[in-house]
């Protein structure tokens, strides 16, 4: 049975990579073609992932290991536990969902094997950061999603925005990449291998040690720069100018959660310190509150969608950098249902310009008349990403807000963190409120380029089926609660306070 789910796990990482070559093969009008392939990889990889839940969901461990380089110490190693079965379902999921609406969002003109080529590609290499078991094979992984994110940004490479925002992106997350590679053979210096799980087990000595400091600085570089934080954000808003299904993939559900993905899985090796407290946790608040303030001044949809997820990636980052225990499941909480809203939101703006001819908020108003489904999916979306009750992001902003009033170093920030949260999250509801009232209330639109409609039924179901999810995880907290699935390495068990006074006692395995 091990064996079965080892070979599962190969597959799953081999698939997609298997399946960008085929649909590179493929002829230039075969756009159908190009579909189902990419759907049946996406899917098979769903499938496959969704088969390893029982052996994890107790807080099993799958491996697999073949010899890379054995004379440095090195293996080639695929690993599967709670949080990487999260994310490689993310990554399936979402990626299945994208291809159905790629196939109706890209034009017949457009060269559809190479985009889908490109974002299968990207499909497995986000696998492989997620699924690595061995440091130096996750930082390859890692560039590679830089590789082909400049590829799919890049895509209509005949405008120069696309080319333009294209090396930007790359200049920035690959530059990061270098220096998360030293920061990883610094680390695997002190600790003798660059194995995870020893890794992972090795957080006291990490910690004692003189190059400490510089090595978690240049894990954070590399961190940073994937996860647009501030000042690494100016990537992010330049990326927009490629195809939307681009932008619902990689800049709301997988390349951009790379970077905070990397934090929570190191945080029982680096974490523990108050130089992981106020570089991770400064960094986070500064990016929470910057992006949600210039969201609210953004005059293109996507501009406001990817200053806003600049913002939430903030947040999840300073979950992490509060360094306990039930921050970060509420970062990892937190991350899942983004993923969901935000691609559901890039879904939502991608056919509004498709079917008007525009993204400019300025020109777009009284949608709903035209639009009545899309603007309900989208409504419901953006009710999501401000927190509003009964949805999945009230939820894990809930647990967002119940950390920052624990005591964590007990500074002058750290009594005023509530404080400044809640005013950040102010901004968030602002941009919320403004992206439902301009786009779909008001008068109807005048000289738009199309006239608006509802798009195809199969455009709309991926958005819808996002939108399903916000709805059923707020309606069954109680079940996730009862059921949890994520095991995070700890380090020592920690007691955390609370500023009424109340003692809590949090442990993880």
Not at 398 to 426: C, G, K, R, W
Request: include cysteine; proline fraction near 6%.
């Amino acid at each position: 049975m091990l064996m079965s789910y080892a070979f599962s796990l190969v597959v799953v990482l081999a698939l997609p990579f298997v399946g960008s070559c085929a649909a590179a093969l493929l002829r230039e009008n075969a756009r159908n073609a190009e579909a189902w392939l990419a759907g049946a990889v996406s899917l098979a990889g769903l499938i496959l992932v969704a088969s390893c839940y029982p052996r994890i969901v107790d807080g099993g461990v799958i491996r697999y290991t073949a010899e890379w380089a054995p004379e440095l110490g090195l293996q080639f190693s695929i690993r599967m536990d709670g949080f990487a079965w999260l994310m490689a379902t993310l990554v399936t999921g979402i990626g299945f969902l994208v291809v159905l609406y790629a196939r109706y969002y890209l034009s017949p003109s457009d060269p559809v094997p190479r985009f889908f080529s490109f974002l299968l590609a990207f499909m497995g290499a986000m696998l492989g950061v997620v699924l690595s078991g061995n440091l130096i094979q996750l930082v390859f992984f890692w560039e590679l999603t830089s590789l082909f994110s400049f590829l799919l940004i890049g895509y209509w490479y005949q405008t120069a925005p696309a080319r333009d925002g294209a090396r930007m992106a790359l200049t920035v997350t690959a530059t990061g990449g270098l220096c998360l590679f030293a920061g990883v053979l610094i680390i695997g210096h002190i600790v003798g291998s660059y194995d995870l799980d020893r890794v992972l087990a090795s957080g006291a000595l990490i910690r004692a040690h003189p190059l400490y400091v510089p090595a978690l600085a240049l894990v954070l570089l590399g961190a940073f720069t994937k996860s647009a934080q501030f000042p690494f954000h100016f990537w992010l808003p330049s990326a927009m100018a490629a195809p939307t299904p681009v932008s619902a993939y990689l800049h709301s559900a997988t390349m951009v959660k790379a970077g905070v993905f990397l934090l929570i899985r190191l945080w029982p090796a680096l974490g523990g310190s108050h130089e992981w407290l106020w570089l991770v946790g400064g960094a986070g608040l500064v990016t929470f509150i910057f992006g949600a303030f210039c969201a609210c001044f953004q005059q293109d949809l996507k501009g406001l969608l990817a200053y806003s997820t600049i913002s939430h990636l903030g947040l999840i980052t300073l979950l992490t950098g509060l360094d306990s225990p039930l921050g970060q499941v509420a970062a990892i909480f937190h991350l899942m249902n983004h993923a969901t809203f935000k691609a559901s939101l890039f879904m939502a703006a991608g056919i509004i310009d498709h079917e008007t001819g525009t993204r400019d908020i300025r020109r777009l108003s009284g949608l709903w008349r035209f639009m009545p489904v899309t603007a309900t999916l989208a409504m419901v979306a953006a009710a999501a990403m401000a927190g509003v009750p009964l949805l999945n992001g009230f939820l894990s902003k809930e647990m967002f807000f119940a950390e920052t009033i624990e005591i964590h170093d007990n500074s002058l920030i750290d009594q005023a963190l509530p404080y400044i949260v809640t005013l950040a999250s102010m901004f968030t509801v602002a941009y919320s409120i403004r992206f439902i009232r301009d786009v779909f209330f008001g008068p109807p639109p005048q000289d738009l380029p199309r006239t608006p409609h509802e798009p195809p039924f199969l455009m709309r179901l991926p958005a819808g089926l996002l939108v399903l999810a916000c709805l059923v995880v707020g309606w069954m907290v109680l079940c996730w609660a009862a059921t949890p699935i994520i095991s995070l390495p700890s380090r020592t068990p920690s007691t955390s306070r609370s500023r009424s006074g109340s003692g809590r006692a949090i442990s993880t395995r």
